[in-house]
């Protein structure tokens, strides 16, 4: 798969209208349409505003991580936005398709050297289906956290499983919930405060409800940008993968394989497909 954008939504495929572009038909009546909250304004600075995980330092060793566990197979990318992971993954000669709401995000990567070789399926990457089988799927940079509800999160992962291959592994890199760093009583946590940047979390601990709170100054005056999250705990991960039919295997404090401790920030996690003949287990190495 290289060099092609579809466009899913349910039912099924709809019509064509461009060379590499296949567009869905509108969803069936009573389906949920997931909102696209990286339009073109959030794309257009997607890059600059999270120059730091552009880093080579910070990408290479994850596109190592990535690509010891996909082997002689291909990769899935849920959410593969402007293709920090994927296009140095493809460079490393394994083989990307990627699924995003975001048709701005995507138009992004294809302004990119080498994107032409990376197949994108324009859907919610809790749902939507793409031809092919895969060694790997992935999910960086609290990307689960994009999806706003339990539901659609246990949908991810029997998203995922569906297209692994006999012992297929899924990897998320994500945020531990900092809610010890909340004093009793308190909702808001910052991260960023600079004279021209400004960013909190807002908690709401009986839903593990999250909203992003960004505010920076462009020529003078300041621009703010609210996004909705569901912060979510390792073992509720874990337990997400064994209704999948998946098994953890590793967990870490990064893509370096610094052990996991009670004071990590965040963890990668890696979960194999289990044989249909073998129940799920909670055996994790690492």
């Not at 080579?56 to 082997?71: E, H, I, N």
């Not at 609290?142 to 569906?162: G, H, P």
């Not at 337990?239 to 039919?245: V, Y």
Request: charged share 20%.
């Amino acid at each position: 798969m290289s060099g092609f954008i579809t466009r899913a939504a349910p039912p099924a495929f709809g019509s064509h209208d461009e060379i590499g572009v296949t567009r869905a038909e509108g969803p069936c009546q009573g389906a949920v349409v997931p909102e696209d909250l990286f339009g073109e304004d959030v794309a257009a600075r997607y890059d600059e505003s999270s120059a730091e995980m552009f880093d080579p330092a910070v990408v290479g060793p994850a596109v190592d991580f990535l690509a010891d566990l996909a082997g002689d197979g291909a990769a899935l990318e849920l959410g593969i936005g402007t293709g920090r992971i994927a296009l140095p993954l493809h460079l490393r000669g394994i083989p990307v398709h990627g699924i995003d709401l975001s048709e701005a995000m995507v138009a992004k990567l294809r302004e990119k050297p080498d994107a032409d070789h990376i197949g994108v399926t324009i859907g919610d990457f809790a749902t939507t289906k793409v031809g092919g089988t895969f060694s790997l799927a992935y999910l960086v940079f609290n990307t689960i956290n994009n999806l706003t509800t339990q539901d659609e999160q246990v949908a991810c992962f029997q998203n995922a499983v569906a297209h692994l291959g006999p012992g297929g592994r899924f990897v998320i890199e994500v945020g531990v919930p900092a809610l010890q760093r909340l004093a009793p009583g308190e909702r808001f946590h910052p991260f960023t405060v600079t004279a021209t940047r400004l960013g909190f979390d807002e908690y709401d601990v009986v839903s593990q409800g999250l909203i992003s709170h960004h505010f920076w100054e462009v020529d003078g005056r300041w621009e703010r940008l609210s996004m909705p999250f569901r912060y979510v705990w390792p073992g509720e991960l874990d337990l997400m993968a064994r209704l999948a039919g998946m098994t953890l295997r590793e967990r870490w404090s990064d893509w370096s394989r610094t052990p996991f401790t009670a004071e990590s920030a965040k963890h990668v996690s890696v979960w194999q497909k289990t044989p249909s003949d073998q129940p799920p287990s909670a055996v994790a190495s690492g």
